[in-house]
């Protein structure tokens, strides 16, 4: 019988697709540059050129050229040995690798799933080692930008199994592709839950969401898309807990977006402003708090939770009290408090909501306050979560 091997022959496949991917755009890059060195006057022509002629374009083309030809030959390798090894899609990865392979889906993912590449991660709820598909209390847990549901596991704690045995439930983990539209997860979150509903061995009499950082953003996406479809789950959905969510946006990625300008606007600089783009749909969604794409960017502050849906706000203070400096300037480091507690659509009232001081956005995974800031709110209601 074959050996499996330690990483699968799919995600083999997807480097080696991804690295010709690269080295193209690499030397796209540097024929710009030396294009705009060579030939400054043509920046200020409307439609400016970015490849060279004679022999250093010969040279340009004979790169990419090999580069093809050895990534179409290692992909149709890859792709022939793939079917021997079936059970690769059903392997559970190792912490490193899984790690690995989400920080590249939320840097990339949407290029990734746009050509089809196998490092893409598709939408999947998990049922983790220890818990059976059973009971008719469920608790979904889902992650943020770059993680994966492997890293709700932190510290030694994790919320979800916490909760479970507290509340006499049972934990799901979302695992998904970060780099996709906000957008794009809700609808595929909202399908995914409903494919869950229906096919629990028992009836669902109750579910509660915890989402962590942009996983907020994907589950008041799927809520909106779920009542426009009059999803089974909205009717099951009592409470949604929001873990340092970014509602009003993340300044981090505005930030992002000034570089891009400043790199723009600089004629030798710009073609460098190819690098600073390389954030997917899901990093810069994260700018507005964007929950519908580009088009719906007006209707973020009025898509608030379905009717008899519970909403709570955490967020996090890298400061030691209310209003000092840290807190004022950096938020968690990540969100700002003000953007984690909610814009007025989502009537999250002051008793909802919660703030931790001395510490950072990943703190919120296993901090022992927020965990019993959680139990304090769901605990009193536990025979109806």
């Not at 009836?203 to 809520?223: D, K, Q, Y």
Request: hydrophobic share 45%.
């Amino acid at each position: 019988m074959a050996k499996i091997p330690a990483i699968p022959i799919s995600h083999l496949r997807g480097v080696a697709q991804l690295a010709t991917r690269t080295t193209l755009g690499t030397a796209d890059l540097i024929e710009a540059m030396h294009h705009t060195v060579a030939a400054p006057w043509s920046l200020f022509s409307k439609q400016p050129q970015r490849r060279m002629h004679g022999l250093a374009g010969l040279v340009y083309k004979t790169i990419r050229g090999g580069t093809r030809v050895i990534g179409g030959s290692a992909d149709a390798l890859l792709g022939a040995v793939t079917p021997i090894f079936p059970n690769q899609k059903s392997r559970v990865l190792g912490p490193q690798h899984a790690a690995l392979l989400s920080v590249i889906n939320g840097v990339i993912g949407d290029d990734l799933a746009a050509t089809r590449n196998p490092l893409a991660i598709e939408m999947d709820l998990r049922l983790h080692a220890g818990f059976k598909r059973e009971g008719g209390r469920l608790i979904v847990l889902v992650h943020g930008l770059c993680m994966n549901d492997q890293q709700w596991l932190r510290a030694g704690h994790d919320h979800g199994v916490a909760l479970a045995k507290a509340l006499g439930a049972t934990p799901i983990y979302a695992h998904y592709n970060t780099g996709l539209h906000i957008a794009d997860n809700g609808v595929k979150f909202a399908a995914a839950l409903e494919a869950l509903i229906a096919g629990w061995p028992e009836p669902v009499t109750s579910l509660t969401i915890v989402a962590h950082s942009m996983g907020g953003l994907v589950t008041r996406s799927a809520c909106h898309v779920g009542e426009g479809a009059s999803n089974a789950w909205l009717r099951v959905l009592k409470n949604v807990i929001f873990l340092g969510t970014p509602h009003a946006g993340a300044p981090l990625e505005r930030g992002g977006h000034w570089i891009d300008l400043l790199l723009g606007a600089v004629p030798y600089s710009a073609p460098f402003a190819r690098i600073g783009k390389i954030r997917s749909a899901g990093i810069t969604d994260l700018r507005d708090g964007n929950l519908g794409g580009a088009a719906a960017k007006k209707t973020n502050e009025a898509l608030a939770l379905p009717k008899g849906v519970r909403g709570f706000a955490i967020a996090a203070s890298l400061g030691a009290r209310d209003g000092d400096l840290k807190e004022r300037l950096l938020g968690d480091g990540l969100v700002p408090i003000a953007s984690a507690l909610g814009p007025a659509a989502l009537a999250i009232p002051k008793s909802r909501q919660w703030l931790g001081h001395k510490m950072g956005h990943l703190d919120l995974l296993s901090h022992p306050e927020v965990m019993a800031q959680m139990l304090h709110w769901l605990a009193p209601s536990a025979k109806r979560v």
